[in-house]
């Protein structure tokens, strides 16, 4: 069966400082990979995708940026974090005719 | 562009009883695919029903089940028999066939179901 891993589960960081959020996939190959912010517990905003190796789109321009250095591996990166870089952070999986599989999420907190 | 509109920030029913959510959509495409995500406090997403809009046939799961309206682009979504453990954050998504198929969310509604 599929599964996401995504860590780590909570983060506290200093403005200023860097980012690395890292999400991977078990069990199905070419998934497409996404990126997704959550603040103040309402709608989720789409960061990042990715339907392929190196592949990244982009959705909204920003203080971050995304990498997919394997085939089921996904990752978030800042190199300066900002205070509103401050959310729930969630990675997420689907193949062309399933539904979105998500992973646990991060709780990002920039201090 | 794809837009998702969820026009119900806070709802409530009592236990047992039923409730509907409202969502309206905004896509150019005739392909694709509309989605109900529920968020418990634990803040997992978790996949509640799902909609092809090319089935004219109302998808439903258990106690939950939609009216999809395609030419009002309308997806609203009924819980039935509304028990405790539905309390949540409720999203609704469409994600069109092509552009990597990535989902547009809505803003959500927050459900609480009242003992």
């Known amino acids: 069966s599929q599964t996401i891993h995504q860590w780590p589960a909570t983060l506290v960081q200093p403005v200023g400082s860097p980012l690395s959020l890292e999400c991977t996939v078990e069990?199905?190959?070419?998934?497409?990979l996404y990126w997704y912010r959550q603040a103040a517990g309402r709608g989720l905003q789409l960061l990042f995708y990715s339907v392929g190796i190196g592949q990244i789109s982009s959705e909204v321009p920003q203080n971050l940026s995304a990498s997919r250095p394997q085939d089921r591996q996904f990752i978030l990166s800042s190199k300066k974090l900002l205070l509103s870089d401050s959310g729930f952070y969630l990675c997420a999986w689907r193949t062309f005719d399933s539904p979105l599989h998500f992973g646990n999420g991060t709780r990002l907190t920039v201090t | 562009a794809q837009t998702v509109t969820q026009s119900q920030p806070e709802m409530s029913v009592q236990e047992a009883e039923t409730v509907t959510l409202s969502c309206t959509y905004d896509t150019s495409e005739s392909n694709y695919y509309l989605f109900w995500y529920k968020q418990p406090p634990s803040r997992q997403m978790i996949l509640v029903i799902r909609q092809e809009a090319y089935k004219q046939q109302n998808a439903t799961e258990n106690r939950f089940s939609v009216n999809f309206q395609k030419a009002a682009k309308s997806f609203s979504l009924k819980i039935s028999d509304s028990q405790l453990g539905d309390t949540a954050m409720y999203f609704c998504?469409?994600?069109?066939?092509?552009?990597?198929?990535?989902?547009?969310f809505g803003q959500g509604t927050e459900l609480s179901v009242k003992p």
């Open positions: 998504a469409s994600a069109l066939y092509n552009q990597g198929g990535k989902l547009i």
């Open positions: 069990g199905t190959s070419n998934p497409n």
